[in-house]
């Protein structure tokens, strides 16, 4: 069946402006997971849905960056005010139900600000 | 701090040989712990995971032994093959069970 997918795959934008980030889960799943991957680093968790809810939003680096999911599906991450240590690869994830155990990734987006 | 630690960004080995990747966690309450696996431009693929009731978990080729004492597991490949080439990551849930922690990653790179 159809796995995670994500949009763009790629992204460039200028400092200052504001993207949005899709994910598309996998049907059914009702736990949705945003990481991103700066250079050399491993992933860094930025929130967890149930649902529609956010219950951890601990990772989220500064109020410029916000997430919303609708209808228990798709899911979107809004940076604004881009910066350059916003350059990353955003991973977003799902998984059954939530809890320890596996999450299956979609393929990325691979933001640069210049 | 890092509760999840990678110590060697890469390692090469020839094919068919036993490639080792290692792993240390400082957190004690971890009791979970998964491997993924990453091609370039791919999102990370689960490959195997191990709970603390256990200290090893074999599946094909992989097998992955957690030492509890020394915080430490390890993910071994037999015989190893070119197709493995990738960057593996070890992983443990948080303790809210709403994240994981990642290692930075190992680059395995086998060769023919």
């Known amino acids: 069946g159809a796995g995670v997918s994500q949009s763009p795959s790629n992204k460039v934008t200028e400092k200052g402006k504001d993207v949005e980030l899709r994910c598309d889960p996998i049907?059914?799943?009702?736990?949705l997971y945003w990481y991103r991957q700066r250079l050399g680093q491993g992933l860094e968790f930025l929130i967890y849905f149930q649902g529609n809810s956010a219950p951890d939003k601990s990772g989220l680096p500064s109020d410029r960056f916000s997430a919303e999911r609708t209808g228990e599906s798709v899911s979107t991450l809004t940076i604004q005010r881009t910066q350059q240590e916003d350059s990353a690869v955003y991973l977003c994830a799902s998984s059954l139900s939530g809890g320890p155990g596996e999450q299956y990734f979609g393929p990325g987006t691979r933001l640069t600000v210049t | 701090d890092q509760q999840v630690k990678q110590n060697s960004p890469s390692l090469s080995v020839q094919e068919g040989r036993i490639s080792i990747l290692n792993c240390d966690y400082t957190n004690s309450m971890f009791d979970y712990f998964l491997w993924y696996k990453k091609y370039p431009a791919e999102g990370p693929t689960f490959l195997i995971s191990i709970s603390s009731i256990k200290d090893k978990n074999e599946d094909g080729r992989f097998t992955v032994f957690l030492n509890k004492s020394a915080k430490h597991l390890s993910l071994h490949i037999v015989p190893s093959q070119p197709g493995d080439s990738a960057v593996y990551f070890c992983?443990?849930?948080?303790?809210?069970?709403?994240?994981?922690?990642f290692g930075k990653g190992t680059t395995l790179s086998v060769s023919s």
């Open positions: 049907s059914g799943h009702t736990a």
């Open positions: 992983a443990a849930p948080n303790q809210a069970g709403t994240a994981l922690i």
